[in-house]
């Protein structure tokens, strides 16, 4: 594929000349480092950069693999068809499943570090995926490896305008018969309510430290019918012992609770466009 045909510049979303290296709009200015396209600014630096190496062993854990992986991508791959564009956002350092025979595979991801340092996908984009540098309806399937618990900013309400726009932008690049698939963790009474009497203030306190806001299954479904109209919608729930224990904080893997513990449920949201 030549991926200049699906991308278009950050700056004046406009799309790219054939086998060009910069925009029309920006000459001077490269849009690719290495193998990665660059969407965002290389000034600032993601919490991820330093991480991405304890995020690799973390997540390779054998209690990490039960409950957020093994049952997860099986279940991923046996959808996926030959010929596919697939976007994986958030894909980070390494995919936790393998590349899927005969498909194009876009990794797009904010940390500069991790997703250079990704060797599995085709195509690497530095970005966000409040602002997805491909045009209108390019891919057939999107996924979300719990990422968008990491889409926050400095208030619950930011967090929730921060997923309204990123919604916005896998519906404006799925193609009409794709289907956009985000694994995530939903929290469960009473700690929804607690997460969010507390999460402004815990913010304030400790900055970009706290980088996690998960939403609730109602909300997710409902943001998704807004933004993907007429897509069919279902949600799936994956079930784990409540003994196996896991580094519930990847950046301390050696750090392990029961999932009794863990007061979320473990689902995938799906929509199937039409």
């Given at each position: ?148 618990h990491h889409m926050t900013a400095n208030s619950v309400a930011d967090n929730r305008n921060i997923l309204n726009e990123v919604f916005k932008e896998l ?24 997460e969010d009497i507390v999460w402004n203030i815990v913010k304030k306190s400790l900055g970009t430290k706290l980088d996690m806001y998960f939403w609730k ?58």
């Amino acid at each position: 594929m030549n991926v200049n045909s699906i991308l278009r510049c950050p700056a004046c979303k406009g799309t790219l000349p054939a086998d060009a290296l910069s925009c029309s709009c920006s000459p001077s200015y490269s849009l690719f480092y290495k193998k990665v396209y660059l969407a965002g600014s290389i000034d600032g630096q993601s919490y991820f950069d330093a991480l991405y190496q304890t995020m690799i062993e973390g997540n390779s854990e054998v209690g990490t693999q039960n409950i957020f992986y093994n049952k997860q991508i099986e279940f991923f791959l046996k959808t996926i068809n030959p010929g596919e564009v697939i976007l994986d956002i958030g894909c980070g350092p390494q995919l936790p499943y393998k590349h899927p025979k005969d498909t194009f595979l876009i990794g797009l991801d904010p940390s500069l570090g991790s997703i250079a340092a990704n060797s599995q996908v085709d195509l690497g984009i530095f970005g966000s995926a409040s602002s997805i540098p491909l045009i209108d309806h390019s891919v057939d399937r999107v996924v979300c490896f719990y990422s968008i618990h990491h889409m926050t900013a400095n208030s619950v309400a930011d967090n929730r305008n921060i997923l309204n726009e990123v919604f916005k932008e896998l519906g404006r690049v799925i193609k009409p018969s794709g289907e956009i698939m985000i694994f995530d963790v939903s929290p469960i009474f009473p700690f929804n309510v607690a997460e969010d009497i507390v999460w402004n203030i815990v913010k304030k306190s400790l900055g970009t430290k706290l980088d996690m806001y998960f939403w609730k299954d109602d909300y997710l479904k409902q943001l998704g019918l807004r933004a993907f109209p007429g897509a069919q919608f279902s949600q799936k729930s994956f079930y784990s012992k409540w003994s196996t224990k896991f580094a519930p904080i990847f950046s301390k893997p050696d750090f392990f609770i029961p999932r009794a513990l863990y007061p979320f449920n473990v689902n995938l949201y799906s929509w199937k466009c039409f």
